[in-house]
């Protein structure tokens, strides 16, 4: 295992270029096509997907690193983590996309740069990432709920799909939210053979 982890790519990496295109076609079409209420409903269902999935997973299970192969939309050096740390990347990227519409919508300056390198977890991460993630999808859906519009002109750039719009930052965070849904199916597929029966 340690010996292929050392294949992996360097954090940043991005996505290979045919698959970037289509990832960027396909968030430009859903962007346009889907109301802020339906994005969010599908952010709702993810994470009670993820929630569901690791609810009686124990702490030993949770933090086990598993090597699985590479899923559509995430990067080379994403695929050796474990449920924990899985979560704790969900957990990062809700509280930055709230950090960036808020900003976006009130006309200030978000200064960070947004790097896919930043947004990585920490090896250590642990079971209290999936009360985290209980919390932070809580504090998501009323930011949201509190807007009186998510238009704007003004953008920030994503590095793999350029500037985006509030709206776009707020469809992105579900479909990324739909595939670390996936990329967690397969680490549990590893580590139970099987995934459990989720309503």
């Not at 982890?5 to 962007?31: D, F, M």
């Not at 670390?180 to 680490?187: L, N, P, S």
Request: with cysteine; aromatic share 6%; net charge positive.
């Amino acid at each position: 295992m340690k010996h292929e982890q050392t294949k992996l790519q360097a954090p940043g990496h991005g996505l290979p270029w045919p698959e970037l295109a289509v990832s960027r076609l396909g968030l430009e079409i859903y962007q346009r096509t889907v109301s802020p209420q339906a994005a969010l409903r599908l952010l709702q269902g993810e994470t009670r997907r993820i929630l569901s999935l690791l609810d009686s997973v124990e702490e030993t299970k949770g933090r086990t690193r598993v090597l699985i192969p590479r899923i559509f939309g995430i990067e080379d050096s994403s695929r050796h983590w474990s449920l924990f740390m899985t979560v704790e990347h969900l957990n990062i990227v809700i509280l930055s996309v709230v950090g960036l519409i808020s900003s976006l919508l009130d006309l200030r300056e978000y200064a960070k740069e947004v790097r896919i390198q930043d947004v990585k977890p920490h090896e250590q991460a642990g079971p209290e990432q999936v009360e985290s993630l209980r919390q932070n999808q809580i504090r998501y859906e009323k930011f949201i709920l509190s807007l009186a519009s998510l238009s704007s002109r003004r953008r920030h750039p994503h590095p793999w799909f350029g500037p985006l719009r509030p709206h776009g930052w707020h469809c992105l965070l579900g479909v990324h939210q739909l595939i670390h849904r996936r990329q967690i199916e397969r680490i549990f597929a590893v580590l139970f053979r099987g995934l459990p029966r989720v309503s």
